[in-house]
Each structure stands twice: as structure tokens, then as C-alpha cells.
């Protein structure tokens, strides 16, 4: 019998990952400011509701809910009418008041899933999580806290992450979050012929197969979709790409 998937709603991406992640499972979704981690969140959690009917939370440290409906319905997602009907719950928090909450059998956001019965989260962002502690150790205890207590609840959680890196390698971080989850993907920015584009790597996806590809992607008025992949480059993840000596050959001696 195969694991049960939850899907993003978005087909490409879907495909790349075998239909979706792991039910239960907690998936790290990082990028620089503007790749589109908020947009994609938005969108798993939005398709969740509308495509297969799954109850969604978003716990954000960073902007209120009236952003998020502002920002939702650019793409057309009315977040503020899912509330009324109680499929959403949108909450502006702090990192220690959500641990805390979730780490109590009765806490607030507990009592809230099993109310809703939610079984999409979005944590924005765990890079709140690096101003509690100062040691390496403590940081990881409690991220690991965090995600152990949502997949106690049983729910299938995209924990977001910024990177400061616009450009080139990704920054040094005291965080193991990357460790601790199940899935791990990267949204970067990419230098092609002088334009900016965006990819996207899955890294990891722990207990199950999925595909290598760097993808690009791109931010459109129905949200984000995914593309092909890069051909005749490399240096992707570098942030600046070259062509590959094949496609280089071709492009200064032509085709036979």
C-alpha cells in the first residue's frame, strides 16, 4: 500500500514530488525575500481547501492576517471568506507563544486544529526561531519541539525560512531545521543572459523518491507554475549560470 500524498494543487510540482508530500509530514520550503515562499504557502494551503476540501492554519510572525488577504487576493484566493466558513484560520503570533501553544495537549492552536480539524499548517517563518536562543544546541531542541508536536497533531506542515542570499551561495545559519524535516526545497534567484529568473530544487524528501530537476518557475495572476527545466546551463544553484561546453560549441560554431 503507497504512503499517502498531500498534493499542492500545482501539477508540475505535484510530479516532481510523486503526487506530494508525505501526509504528517514537516516540509521546509526556504528562499530570498521575493522568491515566492509566501505565494507558494499561500497556495498549498488555498488549493488544500478548495481542491480537497483540507482545513488549513497559518501562523505568521511577520505580517498580519489583513496582509495576507490583501496579498491572497492578487491571485484571486479569498482567504477572508474561508475564515467565515471556518476552513481557515489565519493567526499573527510570536515563536514563543506558537511553541508554547503547541507544545500543551490543551493549548490554543491545538484545541484549534482539532476544532477545525485543519490538516494543512503553514509556519512563516522559522528564521524567528533564531532570536529565542543563542546557542546552536537549544535552537535545534526547540525547532525539533515545534515540528514533533505538529506532527503529533497529525498534520502535514510547510515551514518557510529566509535566506539572505540573493545571488551565489547559500549563507552560513545556525539552524538544523534542514535535518530535522522531512523535505527540504530551495527557491533561488538565477542570472541568465543578463535577465533575473527563479528556480527551484527540491534537496531532500526523506522516505521517498523524487525528481533532480532545477526547475524554473515563474509568479503569475493565478499564483506560482512551475516550468521545465533549465537546459544547456550549469551553475544554477550559484545564482549565475554559464552555458554547458556542448551548448557554448553550438553557439559559436552552429549546428551541422
Not at 525539533?144 to 540573493?166: H, M, Q, W
Request: aromatic share 8%; proline share 2%.
Amino acid at each position: 500500500m503507497s504512503e499517502q500524498r498531500v498534493a499542492f494543487g500545482i501539477k508540475a510540482l505535484d510530479k516532481m514530488i510523486s503526487g506530494g508530500v508525505l501526509r504528517g509530514s514537516a516540509n521546509l520550503l526556504e528562499g530570498a525575500p521575493g522568491t515566492g515562499k509566501t505565494t507558494l504557502a499561500m497556495q498549498y494551503i488555498y488549493n488544500g481547501i478548495k481542491m480537497y476540501d483540507e482545513p488549513g492554519l497559518i501562523i505568521t510572525f511577520e505580517e498580519f492576517p489583513q496582509q495576507y488577504y490583501h496579498d491572497a487576493m492578487q491571485f484571486g484566493w479569498d482567504l477572508k471568506k474561508l475564515e467565515a466558513e471556518e476552513k481557515l484560520k489565519v493567526i499573527f503570533s510570536d515563536p514563543q507563544t506558537t511553541l508554547d501553544e503547541f507544545d500543551k495537549m490543551d493549548g490554543e492552536f491545538v484545541s484549534l486544529v482539532e476544532k477545525l480539524q485543519i490538516k494543512r499548517v503553514i509556519i512563516d517563518s522559522m528564521t524567528h526561531f533564531e532570536s529565542l536562543v543563542s546557542d546552536q544546541y537549544e535552537l535545534r531542541e526547540i525547532e525539533t519541539r515545534l515540528i514533533n508536536a505538529l506532527k503529533r497533531e497529525g498534520v502535514t506542515s510547510i515551514l518557510l525560512r529566509e535566506n539572505d542570499n540573493l545571488l551565489g551561495q547559500v549563507s552560513h545559519v545556525t539552524s538544523k531545521v534542514p535535518f530535522i524535516v522531512d523535505s527540504y526545497t530551495l527557491l533561488r534567484y538565477v542570472e541568465i543572459d543578463s535577465a533575473i529568473e527563479k528556480a527551484l530544487c527540491i534537496l531532500k524528501m526523506r522516505g521517498s523518491d523524487h525528481q533532480k530537476d532545477i526547475r524554473c518557475f515563474r509568479i503569475t495572476s493565478k499564483g506560482i507554475e512551475v516550468e521545465s527545466k533549465f537546459s544547456g546551463r550549469e551553475g544554477i544553484m550559484s545564482g549565475i549560470t554559464h552555458s554547458t561546453p556542448q551548448d557554448a560549441f553550438v553557439n559559436v560554431f552552429g549546428k551541422k
